[in-house]
């Protein structure tokens, strides 16, 4: 990721295809004003505070576990049909430290091991690093992970002596394949989880941008044994600068004395430690904006669903257009989300990368950087999202110049 910074600090003119950030649309700074006074009129109107009150809920430091956690469950219900107690939610700052706390609730013995979809986004590998989490690799198909590759995932992991502990798997327009998994390998993967004791971190950031309109259930919806702890955010959907997320974790925790407790409040015990609370203002602001939306984001964000279709609809179209059926490349389809993968003729290293933006300005990412071990080398991820579609055919353009002319070393 260094490197890419410094690629694209050194070529600023590059269309780029390399972050995978929401697109800068014309942001108005007068609308958090207006979100907070929605919040607080909710918090006096719905829950009976006084305005005393309000204030110390926008400027004391809050609870550990969240204070918008009741409209986060009415939001992930509303959308995805996940019902689940407002006390299993806890508010992260951003899904990143959501990824933290889950990995050291559940990762307490050496031995234990995290499953990874192999291509995978490196937040998680990176925290598992973190935390001294060993991870395994499970093949990724065009259908996402699927229960054969967990199957056999775990019998490597148990034969060298080791427990899988977990499942990291992005069922939803996953970074950085742009995969989806059917509905039908959803209920197979929950089932091998419960066949094998694993836990499943659903990470679902991509899930309202869909090329198609088409919905699967969340693997959180069809979790019928609470195998699956849920990983949220608000970033690509809502307010990226605000860093606010969401864990549910509904899982029962048995303690030694047989009382009983949710995953959530050990994630809390957690996050005291580290971050202490989630910024109440940033919450304040992603609350007043839930209830603006009558806690529908699908509703309230159908202009920005429609501007990421635009732009994956125009990325594909512009790689019909100017690679056409050019020999040696080919690209996947995705439903929906902010990245395809375009397999290319040559090895796609820094090198390519660095002579593509400093002679025909033009960034993309090596899908290499996505694996834990070997692969991926004849490949790129292209990211679609932060670019106007003008951008887009112009970026393809100078891409497949740039395929023309390049000659391995």
């Known amino acids: 990721m260094n490197f890419l910074n410094e690629v694209t600090a050194r070529f600023p003119g590059a269309v780029s295809f390399a972050p995978g950030r929401p697109y800068d649309e014309p942001f108005d700074p007068t609308v958090v004003a207006g979100y907070l006074d929605a919040y607080a009129k909710y918090l006096e109107r719905d829950r009976g505070l006084s305005q005393r009150q309000v204030g110390a809920v926008l400027f004391q430091y809050g609870r550990t576990k969240g204070q918008i956690h009741e409209l986060v469950a ?36 050496p031995a234990d091991v995290l499953l990874v979809a192999s291509p995978c986004y490196i937040g998680i590998t990176g925290a598992a690093r973190l935390l001294d989490v060993a991870v395994e690799p499970v093949p990724e198909g065009p ?8 199957r056999a995932a775990v019998a490597r992991v148990r034969a060298g002596g080791r427990r ?33 004791d694993l836990f499943v971190l659903e990470d679902n950031p991509y899930g309202l941008f869909s090329r198609t309109g088409r919905r699967v259930p969340t693997l959180k919806r069809l979790d019928e044994h609470r195998r699956v702890v849920y990983l949220g955010s608000f970033a690509k959907t809502c307010f990226p600068g605000a860093r606010v997320g969401y864990t549910i974790a509904d899982q029962p925790v048995v303690a030694p004395d047989g009382s009983v407790t949710l995953l959530a409040d050990q994630l809390s015990k957690i996050k005291s ?81 660095t002579r593509s933006a400093r002679d025909h300005g033009v960034l993309w990412t090596p899908m290499s950087y996505f694996y834990a071990g070997a692969g991926g080398e004849r490949q790129i991820r292209l990211s679609c999202s932060y670019l106007d579609p003008g951008e887009i055919d112009e970026g393809v353009r100078r891409l497949r110049e740039f395929t023309r002319t390049h000659r391995q070393p």
Not at 143 to 150: H, R, T
């Open 74 to 109: 009415a939001t992930v219900a509303g959308d995805e049909g996940i019902e689940v107690p407002a006390e299993s939610i806890v508010v992260t700052v951003g899904a990143q430290e959501g990824m933290l706390l889950a990995l050291r609730a559940l990762f307490r013995d």
């Open 273 to 353: 430690m580290t971050t202490v609370n989630t910024s109440p203002l940033a919450q304040a602001v992603v609350g007043g904006m839930l209830v603006t939306y009558g806690c529908r984001l699908r509703a309230g964000g159908e202009e920005r669903i429609r501007r990421y279709r635009e732009r994956l609809d125009a990325l594909l179209a512009a790689l019909d257009r100017h690679f056409g059926r050019a020999a040696g490349f080919g690209w996947n389809v995705p439903d929906g989300g902010f990245f395809l993968v375009l397999t290319v003729p040559f090895v796609a290293d820094e090198a390519a990368l």
């Open 143 to 150: 259908s996402g992970v699927d229960a054969a590759g967990v």
């Open 164 to 196: 899988p502990r977990a499942l990291y798997a992005v069922p939803d327009f996953a970074n950085p394949s742009g995969t989806s998994m059917p509905a039908a390998a959803r209920r197979e993967l929950l089932a091998v989880a419960a066949e094998e």
